[in-house]
């Protein structure tokens, strides 16, 4: 199966402490997003890349989050100085563009900061 | 901006019973519907999607038609399982900023009894 795979799935943190997710997307989907989700809710769109270029990012999307893309492969989502309310599931997902827009999701990422 | 609405949950219905869960959104243009459902555990799945008003989606026996002149996009089955027990998502994708980037409605729990 070569779906979308996120690592680690599930991660617990200090306070403080930064944290690096990585998202490995379906080969030849040139489009990969980022969302999060909290308990009770659905998931919030975080930022989007269209191969290596950050193409939007949302504005819950604070200065101590950041994503990379490189070379419009796997793709990570950094978290500097994580505080509490950063606990969620973080979810990845990618799409084939131009030949059809529905998204294919990860199984997600947990965070939970202590 | 866009939005999508779902009739709050938890849904609990005996097997062989029938199902809807309603939705409805506020997009600017003219935006692709979509139900996902996210089964215990896993990620979320695509489950059936429509991309103008009047088309109609189908998938394991689950329906929704898109609905413009009610902004609508209500799911339907006619006779649940238990294997259907999940979190179903209502979303749109609004494709002007052409990132297609998926607004969540915040999820109804189904719990489906024998």
């Known amino acids: 199966d070569t779906g979308v795979s996120q690592d680690p799935r599930h991660k617990i943190t200090k306070r403080g402490q930064n944290v690096t997710f990585r998202c490995d997307p379906i080969s030849e989907h040139n489009r990969l997003y980022w969302y999060r989700q909290t308990l009770g809710q659905g998931p919030e769109f975080l930022t989007y890349?269209?191969?290596?270029?950050?193409?939007?990012k949302s504005r819950l999307l604070s200065d101590r989050f950041s994503a990379e893309r490189p070379k419009g492969s796997f793709s990570t989502l950094e978290i500097q100085r994580t505080e509490q309310g950063d606990s969620a599931m973080y979810l990845c997902?990618?799409?084939?563009?131009?030949?059809?827009?529905?998204?294919?999701f990860g199984p997600g990422t947990r965070l939970t900061v202590t | 901006g866009d939005s999508v609405t779902q009739m709050e949950g938890p849904v609990t219905l005996s097997e062989e019973a029938c199902l809807t869960i309603n939705c409805t959104y506020t997009a600017t243009g003219y935006p692709s519907l979509f139900w996902y459902v996210q089964y215990p555990g896993e990620g979320l799945q695509l489950l059936l999607k429509a991309t103008k008003a009047d088309d109609k989606g189908s998938n394991k026996g689950f329906e929704a038609t898109y609905r413009k002149e009610t902004t609508s996009f209500h799911l339907e089955k006619g006779s649940v399982q238990v294997s259907d027990s999940a979190v179903y998502f209502c979303a749109l994708s609004e494709p002007g900023g052409s990132n297609y980037k998926l607004t969540f409605g915040k999820g109804t729990l189904l719990t489906v009894n024998p």
């Open positions: 890349f269209q191969n290596e270029a950050q193409l939007e």
């Open positions: 997902a990618s799409s084939p563009g131009a030949s059809g827009y529905e998204q294919y």
